[in-house]
């Protein structure tokens, strides 16, 4: 396996990009996003990954494509400890499979006949055409054929003596709905169960589009609360309805016993202007509470020796197992590369009977500005949150809910300036004009313009 840096600027965290059968750097440089270094892995005869590729870095993420996949799956054991986001695009755990990957003919008549002018057509196919073909050869990668076939050799000998693995690293799979290379129904089926994003795209993907999409540029999501700070809670109706939920979530009498006793350690991850805080203390007032936050200040009321300024999906994983007693966020977390490996970090740091509650987002949360700007956040909706508590050993399911919270506007420049003075547009740095936006925002049959907030409530209980 070979590797290169193809964006280094010395940032706290990695993204490694996994790469496709017969590629090197070349298609992949340009590529970047803020907060990350990007590191792309390639040339599967081998799976040597190194852990040390990783030193240095508190946050991994990995996007993983074509025969990357199988890679990034069967390598992903050397850097769990540090991984967060992990995305997987046009490709499957099992590569040759004829149901759950490359059908096994295809395979081997490409292997067979693999030379120049085949590996042309493949790559034209890949592409999804010869215009995207014309497009892609100016960056395409330059390695002989006969080192190609050696990989593509290794890698259906690997599958064939039954080195791959069905465990679910990925958080969101990517499906190309145009692929000419991986079958779309042998790409569903294998990832069957999961969260599945379709996209209509050729088997080459817009990498830079993904990137963009899909993890998070923590940076800007500091600046942007931290620029709200002083119009959140005015604006940020939504947000403190959720807050009293949860909060009343916590009168529960187990839960409520925790934050009553003065000594137990209770964490609140993304505190932000305190709307939680409040009323949590409102409930428990003896509660002795710690304090996150990406923002570098604590909200009004807390004391700084309280309060720490950090990444909490990263910090989470350095806090001993089975020392707090309760974890608390609302409307925070869904910010986080991966809100599923936050949640299995966080149970290991609960005590037994420990408590985890945090609002987050479904699916198509605020789905009126992404259909009107492009953008929106990948999440879970509640099927999948579903799917993945039933999969934790030792956790107890308290409750998984939620309901949808409409917040009905004058106006669309008024829309916009909810989502500017709450801080909730960290999406992009180069994000539309907000009057372009809003230009686009269609009225309700009222002549409201509606945002559209999906909470989702997740009370979870590590068993004794």
Known sequence: MKHTFISKKGEPRLIIIFAGWGMDATPFQGLERPGYDLLAVWDYRTLDFR????????????????????????????????????????????????????????FDATLAGLDESNLARF????????????????????????????????????????????EPVFDHYIATTRDAIFPLANQLKAFEGCDII?????????????????????????SRFEGARHSYDDYAEAQVLIADYLANQLRDKDTAAILANPQAEVLEIGCGTGLLSRRILA?????????????????SGIADESYRCCDAETAIGHVA?????????????????????????????????????????????????AGASGRMLHLPDINAWETFVSTLPDVEKIHIGGFPI???????MDAMRHISRTGVNALSRTAANARSVASRLAPDAHGRYCLTYKPLFILLRKKP
């Open 321 to 369: 197992e089975n020392s707090l007693d309760m974890i608390v966020s609302a409307s925070a977390v869904q910010w986080f590369n991966s809100q599923f490996r936050f949640v299995q970090r966080a149970m290991k740091a609960l005590k037994p009977g420990g408590i985890l509650a945090v609002s987050t987002f479904s699916r198509d949360n605020m789905h009126e500005t």
């Open 406 to 412: 409409v917040c009905r506007f004058h106006n669309a």
């Open 283 to 299: 409930v428990a007032p003896a509660a002795r509470l710690v304090y996150w936050d990406i923002a570098s200040l604590p909200p």
């Open 51 to 106: 852990e040390e590729w990783t030193y240095g870095y508190e946050e991994v993420a990995v996007l993983a494509w074509s025969m990357g996949v199988h890679a990034a799956q069967m390598c992903h054991r050397v850097i769990a400890g540090k991984t967060t986001g992990r995305i997987a695009v046009a490709g499957t755990p099992c590569p040759v499979h004829d149901t759950e990957g490359i059908p096994q003919a295809i």
């Open 123 to 166: 790559m034209r196919r890949m592409c999804g055409g010869a215009g995207a073909y014309k497009e892609f050869s100016g960056r395409k990668p330059c390695r002989p054929v006969e080192e190609l076939r050696h990989e593509l050799r290794a890698i259906g000998e690997r599958v064939r003596g039954g080195e791959w693995s069905r």
């Open 198 to 222: 379709d996209a209509d795209s050729p088997h080459l993907p817009d990498f830079q589009a993904i990137l963009d999409s899909f993890f998070i540029d923590k940076g800007l999501v500091a």
